[in-house]
DNA sequence: ATGCGTGTATTATCACAGTAATACACGAGG
DNA sequence: CCTCGTGTATTACTGTGATAATACACGCAT
């Protein structure tokens, strides 16, 4: 059963893009597979502490994007296919990157200059999250 | 004169806040100095093809945030010391490998991966961007 | 002095995100 | 059977970003 008890919220973003955000991870990751069974919506919306009609609009996206199904009243699953999961990682890294090297070139920094900053603030952003696999 | 010409605007952002980066950013470039003129809200309007409301927005931020000054109705002008330029390049290099690098180990990407994704795409964003020095 | 462009302020409208309070049909489990 | 949780839908309200149409005081140039 998927959890949404680790996922921290920002203000910039919309809730439910991130929740959608959040469960495409997981699939990513591995750890979110074809018939998983999702938590209810009710059940989500007190996970993140936020309104169920929010957690409903983003199951409406994450349905109309393919990778979650949901039968009657019976609760959603996780569907992922070769298709789906291309989209979602393109998603993840190719745009994560691309739009990350457009920012880096507006101010004129080189390559030279992304890969140093990206080495020196690597390993502080893994403080919290020892043990990782390499 | 600062120009807002080049500047192209995107759904996801504020305009108020994508009309003030555009500034930290030629501030951080050199292009833009203590004692530079910007157009009038009006004029601003014109070149985004937006409304003047918005740009004052704009310069509310901006005024609020320390690197523009004005003065009556006699215009705005650029203001850049040690401190405003520390601001800047810290919030257009430093927040944005660090928010970068956050996204890339939420998927679990290597740091040689990372690497490697920017390698491969770094010259494929600069190809309408030719001939800037390294 | 008289315009005119300037910065500034006000009011209104619209769309979207989010919250809130319900309502209802369905289906499993007591 | 009947309750309970489910997904779904509706309505209303709030805050924010953006647009729109004005209004006004100021200062410079004609």
Do not use: C
């Not at 994450?62 to 296919?81: A, K, P």
């Not at 990682?89 to 739009?99: F, G, R, S």
């Not at 390559?111 to 403080?127: A, C, H, P, Q």
Request: glycine residues 6%; aromatic residues 6%.
């Amino acid at each position: 059963m998927l959890s949404f008890y680790g996922l921290k919220l920002n203000t910039r973003d919309p809730v439910y893009l991130q929740a959608a955000l959040h469960v495409k991870r997981q699939i990513l990751l591995g750890e979110a597979q074809s018939g998983d069974r999702l938590p209810s919506r009710r059940e989500i919306a007190a996970q993140l502490q936020i309104n169920p009609n929010t957690v409903q609009k983003a199951f409406k996206l994450m349905e109309d994007e393919g990778y979650v199904h949901t039968v009657g009243n019976q609760g959603s699953v996780i569907y992922v296919d070769e298709q789906i999961r291309e989209t979602i990682e393109n998603e993840l890294t190719h745009e994560l990157v691309t739009e990350f090297i457009q920012s880096a070139q507006e101010i004129n920094l080189s390559f030279k200059r992304v890969v140093e900053l990206v080495s020196e603030l690597w390993d502080r952003e893994r403080e919290d999250d020892a043990g990782r696999k390499e």
